[in-house]
Each structure stands twice: as C-alpha cells, then as structure tokens.
C-alpha cells in the first residue's frame, strides 16, 4: 500500500479539495486543533420546529415486531429486528422491508413472516400481495440488499440466528428462496450483511458478520446491578464468532471462501458492517464494529487475502486503547477532505467512537466533533449520517434502546429510550436538536435497525425506524427550508442495477465532495443507494464524475436541480 501523503495526493489529482486539516498529515496545519466549543449557533429550543413526522400508521405501515420473549432471557431476544428501503418492484420508488422474529425455540413453521410493503409512489404502503415468496420464518436480525446475479433488479439477505436466506427476486417484487441452491447458508447467528465486489471481478459478493456462538442449551443467568434477572453481555459467553465471506462464482451460487481468505485470524461479537474504499485505492475494505472486542478492518493484499489492519490503521479501539460495544456503524466524508470517516455507536456509559480518515490512516477525533458527552446517555444501534435539512453538512441520528434493564422501575418498555438527532455544523462539530429526535411528541421505543431513504420523492431523507416488540416507525422529513435546492443521483449499473462500491465525485460551485454507492451501513439494515445532494444558496451542481473499477469512469455535466438523475455506468 502506498503512504497516506501519497494517497492524498491522489484525491488532489481527482480535484477532490482537501482542506488543512487532511494535509496535516503531510507536515502542513496543526492536526490536532479541534473547533473551538460554542463556535457554533445553538440549534434551537423545545420550541423549534420538528425535523421529522411519525407516518408509519397514516403511510400503510401497519407492522408490530415480536421478539418472542417469554421471561427466560434468551439473549437473541434483546437483540433482534431488520429493516430495507429498496426497489423491490422496479418501479423507481422505495419499498419497506420489515424483518419478524416470533420465539427464539419456536417451530420455523410457526413463526410470523417478514413482511413486504409496496410503495404506491407517493410514500404511502401497502401490503405485497399474498405470496410474493419474501415471508422468511427466521429468527430475523438483518437483512442486505443487492443484484447478486446481475439481472438488473435488486434481491435480499436476511440474516437469522440460523439459516439465513438469499431471496431472488424476479423483478417484478416477487421473491424466491434459493439459499440452498445458491450454496448461501451460513449457520451462524448473523447480524449485519453487505453486498460488495471484494475481488473485483464485477459480481456481487456476500460479507456476513456473525455475533456469538450461542444456543439456548448454553444460555447463562446474568444480573443486573440491582439483582434482577437481565440479558447477558457477549462478555457472558466469551464465544466470539468467525465472520464469513461468500465469493460470488458468476453463476448465481457462491464459494465460502472465509477460511481460504483469512478471516481466522481475527474472530470478534460482529454487529454492524460498511464497505468503502477508505484508503483509496480503488478497491473497497470492509470495517466490522465488535461489541467488546477490537472492531476489524479487512483489506485485500497483493495476495488477494484480507488483512485485518484495524489496529495499525487506529480503528480497532477506542483513544484510550478500550474495546466498546460496537453496534451500529457509518461512513461519510464528514469533513470533506475526500475519503470516507468512520462513525461506530456503542453502550450506554461508552461514547461514540469517530475516526476521522486521512487516507486510510484514523484518528479518534470523538470530543472534536461534539460526541465525547451527549452520545454517552442511550445504547445506539440505527445510526446514519445524511444532510436530513439540505443546507450541505451532514447530520446524525441515533436510533436507540437498552439491552438491560433501567436502573429504576418504569412503566411500559424497560428497554424503550428516545432517539437523538443531532445537527452537523460548519465547524464540523454535531450538536443535538430540540425537541428531542427531531419529532413534536416524544417516541420512546427500543429501536434497533434504521433504514434511510426519500419514500416520498421530494428529495430529502426519510427513515424507517424497527423497534423491538414494538410498531415500527416511519420519519417523514420535513426538515429543509421551502427554498432548500437539491439533486439526487441515481447511480446503476449497465442491467440497471444500484452500482455498489461506485465513488462519485460532485463538484459544486469548483469545491468537488467525494460519495460512494452503498445500502450496508447502519445495524442490520439496508438503505437506499441514491446520493442526495445538497445545493444551499442557489449552489450549482457543475459535475459528476463516477468511478467503479469495473467499469470506465463516467462524467456528467449540466444537472438541474430538483431532479432525480440517473447516471449509467457501463463494463
């Protein structure tokens, strides 16, 4: 690999602006002076007004999880639910997918099904029709989305405590299950899944992080500080699992090659998982978030095997050298020196942990950014970085919920805790918006997967929010100003197919943002691939420019505002 100077210098040629902060590395500016606190004006008051409407029931989400607790605390129970906004029906709108669980030891036969919300085109659901074949009956954690056989539409990963299941879909939103024929099992208790070309022969291949090895045999009684009966920690089991990569053959089945590529050298409680080219190189790496133990970071070699570098990079642990409880994760050009910045949500009493990214290299920059406090008060799952009020920073949600009891008794859900949005500032730093959520009424839930999208096609991000035992949620974004301008791109491949893995650099007013194609990031969730782009203060989208390496790079001019635009890449 080549050095981080070296790799900056490569963003330099692509056009990318990299400010003083990204060349500190290379001896120029002072790389550890963070923003200077109260720089920044204070983002209103209980009074202000919401970011986000509460829609599920109005919008046709009638769904309610079940997890299927019964007072053994299976430590499953505590930690399931997934969520997708996809196309499934090719009819360029998003889609709800919404994972079930029903009992831990319950016949799969009894089991409630997934269920599949078809988007009407104006944000509003309805039901799939009865036997559009994607009613997994796992015990559900997760779900993944992408064209793994390359016929232009988009298929799913759901990912259980057992049998996982590849469901194709036939383009017209009705699934198959082919798990088996696919060779696409993986008996494992799954969390997060990605889809990504990791050997760069232009197909899908499959990453799956794994949790624990657990049975209901071997489950332990743990306490709470106040000698109640709780769900263990993974620390409890001491059984961390061996993530598994499946290579795609190019003929609609996949290799294990988990073993063969050196995913035994490091094992770790796998939760949330991101793809990005992070050291730009034109290949993408694939970072883990562990939940008490080091997060890991697989890169391929000259080799073609994947090294774990997350320790000699400096995103494995914590400033302090700690393991967290890493749940969910993100990935975002936070401070727009052209590479992706990595952003992991853990336990309630643990920080955030954000590693801002000089070209491969992290640093935990977590107080500079704002995080050190106000992340420590919730357990964070759903996470997400978008600019939700278009005004050209990045913004950032947590979706959250206990996995122990409260310390006092309270009513209704122990587990349920209210989410936080928190405003991103000029100055790079985030500060959490009032009233609480970003949401008029106050919405305590114990949310685990977050899904992010426009399902109303007016050119903001919504969210679709899963809550354990509860209904789920959809945030309807009302956040930007009536004159707030935007552009949304639409990225495919040749068959027409979200191109995953694609860097597309937008270049707006001379100043270029570099973005990548992706739906994995969150925690065991999916979300749209579509790049929202924002243009305050009359900005002018100028170009875009699109590179997979897979395919020639592409260039587009003279993009209108308020318009979806689809952008072709072809091999």
């Given at each position: 690999?080549?050095?981080?100077?070296?790799?900056?210098?490569?963003?330099?040629?692509?056009?990318?602006?990299?400010?003083a902060?990204?060349?500190?590395?290379?001896?120029?500016?002072?790389?550890?002076?963070?923003?200077?606190?109260?720089?920044?004006?204070?983002?209103?008051?209980?009074?202000?007004?919401?970011?986000f409407?509460?829609?599920?029931?109005?919008?046709g989400?009638?769904?309610?999880?079940?997890?299927?607790?019964?007072?053994?605390?299976?430590?499953?129970?505590?930690?399931?639910?997934?969520?997708?906004?996809?196309d499934?029906d090719?009819?360029?709108?998003?889609?709800?997918?919404?994972?079930?669980?029903?009992?831990?030891?319950?016949?799969?036969?009894?089991?409630?099904?997934?269920?599949?919300?078809?988007?009407?085109?104006?944000?509003?659901?309805?039901?799939?029709?009865?036997?559009?074949?994607?009613?997994?009956?796992?015990?559900?954690?997760?779900?993944?989305?992408?064209?793994?056989?390359?016929?232009?539409?988009?298929?799913?990963?759901?990912?259980n405590?057992?049998?996982?299941?590849?469901?194709?879909n036939?383009?017209?939103?009705?699934?198959?299950?082919?798990?088996?024929a696919?060779?696409?099992?993986v008996p494992?208790?799954?969390?997060?899944?990605?889809?990504?070309?990791?050997?760069?022969?232009?197909?899908?291949?499959?990453?799956?992080?794994?949790?624990?090895?657990?049975?209901?045999?071997?489950?332990?009684?743990?306490?709470?500080p106040?000698?109640?009966?709780?769900y263990?920690?993974?620390?409890?089991?001491?059984?961390?699992?061996?993530?598994?990569?499946?290579?795609?053959?190019?003929?609609?089945?996949f290799?294990?090659?988990?073993?063969?590529?050196?995913?035994d050298?490091?094992?770790?409680?796998?939760?949330?998982?991101?793809?990005?080219?992070?050291?730009?190189?034109?290949?993408?790496?694939?970072?883990?978030?562990?939940?008490?133990?080091?997060?890991q970071?697989?890169?391929?070699a000259e080799?073609?095997?994947?090294?774990?570098?997350?320790?000699?990079?400096?995103?494995?642990?914590?400033?302090?050298?700690?393991?967290?409880?890493?749940?969910?994760?993100a990935?975002?050009?936070?401070?727009?020196?052209?590479?992706?910045?990595l952003?992991?949500?853990?336990?309630?009493?643990?920080?955030d942990?954000?590693?801002?990214?000089d070209?491969?290299?992290?640093?935990?920059?977590?107080?500079?950014?704002?995080?050190?406090?106000?992340?420590?008060?919730?357990?964070?799952?759903?996470?997400?970085?978008?600019?939700?009020?278009?005004?050209?920073?990045?913004?950032?949600?947590?979706?959250?919920?206990?996995?122990?009891?409260?310390?006092?008794?309270?009513?209704?859900?122990?587990?349920?805790?209210?989410?936080?949005?928190?405003?991103?500032?000029e100055?790079?730093?985030?500060?959490?918006?009032?009233?609480?959520?970003?949401?008029?009424?106050?919405?305590?839930?114990?949310?685990?997967?977050?899904?992010?999208?426009?399902?109303?096609?007016?050119?903001?991000?919504?969210?679709?929010?899963?809550?354990?035992?509860?209904?789920?949620?959809?945030?309807?974004?009302?956040?930007?100003?009536a004159?707030?301008?935007?552009?949304?791109?639409?990225?495919?491949?040749?068959?027409?197919a979200?191109?995953?893995?694609?860097?597309?650099?937008?270049?707006?007013?001379?100043?270029?943002?570099?973005?990548?194609?992706?739906?994995a990031?969150?925690?065991?969730?999916?979300?749209s691939?579509?790049?929202?782009?924002?243009?305050?203060g009359?900005?002018?989208?100028?170009?875009?420019?699109?590179?997979?390496?897979?395919a020639?790079?592409t260039?587009?001019?003279?993009?209108?505002?308020?318009?979806?635009?689809?952008?072709?890449i072809?091999?």
């Amino acid at each position: 690999m080549s050095s981080t100077c070296a790799r900056l210098q490569r963003i330099l040629a692509l056009g990318v602006a990299a400010p003083a902060l990204a060349l500190s590395a290379c001896g120029g500016g002072d790389e550890a002076r963070a923003p200077e606190a109260g720089a920044d004006p204070p983002v209103g008051g209980e009074t202000a007004a919401p970011w986000f409407e509460e829609l599920a029931a109005e919008r046709g989400l009638d769904f309610e999880h079940a997890s299927g607790a019964d007072g053994r605390f299976l430590m499953p129970e505590i930690m399931t639910t997934g969520a997708a906004l996809f196309d499934a029906d090719g009819d360029g709108d998003l889609d709800a997918y919404l994972v079930q669980a029903g009992g831990v030891d319950t016949p799969r036969e009894d089991r409630p099904g997934n269920e599949l919300f078809l988007n009407r085109g104006d944000g509003h659901f309805e039901p799939a029709p009865a036997g559009h074949g994607a009613d997994d009956r796992g015990y559900g954690m997760g779900v993944a989305t992408g064209d793994y056989d390359g016929d232009g539409d988009v298929d799913l990963y759901v990912s259980n405590l057992t049998r996982n299941a590849l469901l194709r879909n036939d383009g017209t939103g009705r699934f198959e299950d082919v798990t088996e024929a696919a060779n696409a099992n993986v008996p494992a208790w799954s969390a997060s899944a990605a889809f990504l070309d990791v050997d760069g022969d232009g197909d899908l291949d499959l990453f799956v992080s794994n949790y624990i090895e657990w049975s209901t045999d071997g489950e332990k009684v743990c306490l709470s500080p106040q000698k109640a009966r709780t769900y263990c920690s993974p620390k409890s089991y001491d059984r961390p699992a061996r993530d598994t990569l499946l290579l795609n053959r190019g003929d609609g089945t996949f290799e294990d090659a988990s073993e063969a590529l050196g995913l035994d050298a490091a094992f770790g409680n796998g939760l949330g998982v991101v793809c990005a080219d992070f050291d730009l190189d034109g290949e993408p790496e694939i970072f883990v978030a562990n939940d008490g133990n080091p997060n890991q970071y697989w890169d391929r070699a000259e080799d073609g095997q994947l090294v774990d570098g997350a320790l000699r990079l400096g995103c494995a642990v914590d400033t302090q050298g700690r393991s967290k409880a890493g749940m969910g994760v993100a990935a975002a050009d936070v401070d727009g020196d052209g590479d992706e910045d990595l952003l992991v949500v853990n336990l309630t009493g643990e920080s955030d942990s954000f590693y801002r990214n000089d070209a491969g290299q992290f640093v935990d920059r977590t107080p500079a950014v704002g995080l050190a406090v106000v992340s420590r008060r919730r357990t964070r799952f759903g996470v997400a970085l978008r600019d939700f009020d278009l005004d050209g920073t990045l913004d950032l949600y947590h979706a959250n919920g206990r996995v122990t009891g409260p310390p006092r008794a309270k009513e209704g859900d122990p587990f349920a805790e209210e989410n936080v949005l928190l405003r991103g500032l000029e100055s790079g730093r985030f500060e959490e918006v009032q009233p609480r959520g970003g949401v008029k009424s106050p919405l305590e839930a114990t949310s685990r997967a977050a899904a992010f999208g426009d399902v109303d096609g007016d050119g903001d991000v919504d969210a679709l929010i899963h809550n354990r035992d509860g209904r789920a949620h959809l945030l309807v974004n009302r956040a930007p100003a009536a004159d707030a301008r935007w552009a949304v791109l639409d990225v495919v491949d040749g068959n027409g197919a979200p191109a995953l893995g694609a860097a597309v650099l937008v270049t707006i007013d001379g100043a270029t943002r570099r973005f990548e194609v992706r739906t994995a990031d969150s925690y065991c969730a999916a979300s749209s691939p579509r790049i929202h782009v924002a243009l305050p203060g009359g900005a002018k989208l100028d170009e875009v420019e699109v590179h997979r390496a897979d395919a020639a790079s592409t260039v587009v001019r003279d993009l209108a505002a308020g318009e979806v635009h689809r952008i072709v890449i072809e091999r």
